[in-house]
């Protein structure tokens, strides 16, 4: 299986459940462990972290992207970063079934990005299912939320600290609490 077979595979939604996708995964998660073990072993610049995370990404990340290891994944190559992106030290990305960060998003520490889910009946709890993370431009996310598969964040929109976000977010929103709620409306100068 390559890169580009699975991220195919998993925009469709179904269960990550063939021997062949399962051996794809653990190479990728053992891949992704080197690359992440050698990014948090020590203190590297900031031009050091891009190319760490180039090679964790599989493409030139923006020169404009600045990230405070430690940073971890359990596969990386399925990672959109926009310019401008800011994440913070501490942040879990688990990215099957991607993770987009559009153009000037802030990530605080301790965020989780989680990708996949488990079936909920006993039988299927075996399998996971992945859905994308999709935040639009100028979002910022608060240390300690956890973002669940799914989910869409509009541009301009807050997530409070501490939140659990389990469904969309509309644009120019602060959200907070478990499971994260609209708190109110934030006014743009367009508005």
């Known amino acids: 299986m390559t890169i580009n077979e699975f991220k195919d595979y998993v925009k469709t939604g179904r269960a990550l459940d ?34 760490f995370l180039s090679e964790l990404f599989g493409y030139d990340v923006p020169s404009s992207l600045r990230v405070f290891p430690p940073f971890y994944t359990d596969f990386g190559k399925n990672i959109a970063i926009g310019e401008n992106v800011f994440i913070n030290a501490c942040c879990h ?6 993770v987009v960060i559009g153009d000037g998003s802030q990530i605080g520490h ?14 299927d709890r075996k399998h996971t299912y992945p859905a994308p993370i999709v935040l639009g431009k100028n979002v910022w996310v608060g240390s300690n939320s956890t973002i669940l598969q799914g989910v869409t964040i509009g541009d301009n929109a807050v997530v409070a600290a501490g939140s659990v976000v389990t469904k969309d977010v509309a644009a120019n929103t602060v959200v907070g609490g478990v499971p ?5 409306e934030i006014k743009t100068k367009e508005a």
């Open 18 to 51: 063939t021997e062949e996708i399962h051996i794809f995964m653990d190479e990728m998660s053992d891949a992704a462990r080197r690359i992440t073990f050698r990014l948090n072993a020590a203190y590297h610049t900031p031009t050091e972290v891009r190319a």
């Open 180 to 184: 994260a709620k609209a708190i109110k």
């Open 93 to 98: 990305f688990q990215d099957h079934g991607g």
């Open 110 to 123: 301790n965020v989780v990005f989680a990708t996949l889910n488990h079936g909920l009946s006993p039988e």
